[in-house]
């Protein structure tokens, strides 16, 4: 088996298995990972509608209403008023904050632990890698590159 395919079956099983632990990590609280990457979009924009927070997880438009419509059910969102009545801004609500602060806590640790004993030098070349991968992916999205 060639070293890509060798690459690309770690990099995915890696990230399902990250996303299981977080999923078992965020039950407790009635959240799984894709409310949680919502979550996390909105707390790093601060407040954004649907459609940049399907942009930005790449994912699609209905995936993401549904996901909002679950962290509204669950009291964390806020809805603010918008010049554009067709537009929803979203922001996490102080309930929301609360929770996102508390998640992000128990996550980082275990990513802590993941990491631990892994030399800081390799660890910073596989992120350089990642930030590689992720950017001429990106760029080939938007047809700058072919892959």
Request: glycine content about 2%; overall charge positive; aromatic content about 4%.
């Amino acid at each position: 088996m060639p070293n890509v395919l060798k690459f690309r079956t770690a990099l995915v099983r890696s990230a399902r298995l990250l996303s299981e632990q977080i999923n078992h990590l965020l039950l407790p609280y009635q959240l799984n990972y894709s409310l949680w990457q919502v979550m996390y979009v909105l707390q790093l924009k601060h407040s954004c509608t649907s459609i940049e927070i399907a942009h930005y997880l790449n994912v699609s438009k209905p995936a993401i209403a549904k996901r909002i419509q679950i962290l509204n059910q669950l009291m964390l969102l806020q809805v603010l008023d918008s010049p554009d009545k067709r537009e929803k801004k979203l922001m996490l609500n102080q309930q929301g904050q609360m929770l996102f602060a508390h998640c992000a806590q128990e996550i980082d640790r275990l990513e802590q632990q993941l990491l631990e004993g892994i030399d800081a030098s390799q660890l910073q070349h596989s992120l350089t890698t990642l930030h590689t991968l992720i950017a001429r992916l990106e760029l080939s999205e938007q047809g700058a590159i072919h892959v």
